[in-house]
């Protein structure tokens, strides 16, 4: 069904991809400060960026399913996860910058603040009292 060689593929430039914007956003005023003021458009330039790579190499039913598949898995995580006193304080902590968690790591790397998130859990939080 799924060619390991193409989904290898796939990986490989999409962390290229991603290491280079990373690497180009800690070196380049230009870049750092356009992640900074448009972070949500860096992620999707990222990812057409790696898009287009994939499809040069002639792989984009694998790119569209190494990058589909995990979204749609860390979607389901999110919206089954219980929220606990634990999760709370752990949440808590880490916005204290007492403790980082991988996904934060992650999402600082991409550029994503966490006031930017904040603001939309602020949002939804609201929309689910009304």
Same mark, same amino acid.
């Given at each position: 069904?799924?060619?390991?060689?193409?989904? $290898?593929?796939?990986?490989?430039?999409?962390?290229?991809?991603?290491?280079?914007?990373?690497?180009?956003?800690?070196?380049?005023?230009?870049?750092?400060? $356009?992640?900074?003021?448009?972070?949500?458009?860096?992620?999707?330039?990222?990812?057409?960026?790696?898009?287009?790579?994939?499809?040069?190499?002639?792989?984009?039913?694998?790119?569209?399913?190494?990058?589909?598949?995990?979204?749609?898995?860390?979607?389901?995580?999110?919206? $089954?996860?219980?929220?606990?006193?634990?999760?709370?304080?752990?949440?808590?902590?880490?916005?204290?910058?007492?403790?980082?968690?991988?996904?934060?790591?992650?999402?600082?790397?991409?550029?994503?603040?966490?006031?930017?998130?904040?603001?939309?859990?602020? $949002?939804?939080?609201?929309?689910?009292?009304?």
């Amino acid at each position: 069904f799924l060619n390991p060689l193409g989904m $290898f593929t796939a990986m490989v430039v999409v962390s290229a991809v991603f290491l280079g914007s990373v690497w180009a956003g800690e070196n380049r005023a230009v870049i750092k400060n $356009f992640k900074r003021q448009n972070p949500t458009v860096f992620v999707i330039a990222v990812m057409v960026a790696s898009y287009m790579l994939i499809s040069l190499l002639g792989s984009v039913m694998t790119f569209m399913t190494a990058i589909t598949l995990p979204l749609t898995l860390i979607a389901a995580h999110a919206s $089954f996860r219980l929220r606990n006193m634990k999760n709370k304080l752990e949440n808590k902590m880490e916005g204290a910058g007492l403790k980082r968690s991988p996904m934060g790591i992650f999402l600082e790397a991409l550029g994503q603040q966490e006031e930017n998130l904040q603001k939309i859990q602020t $949002f939804l939080e609201g929309k689910v009292k009304e």
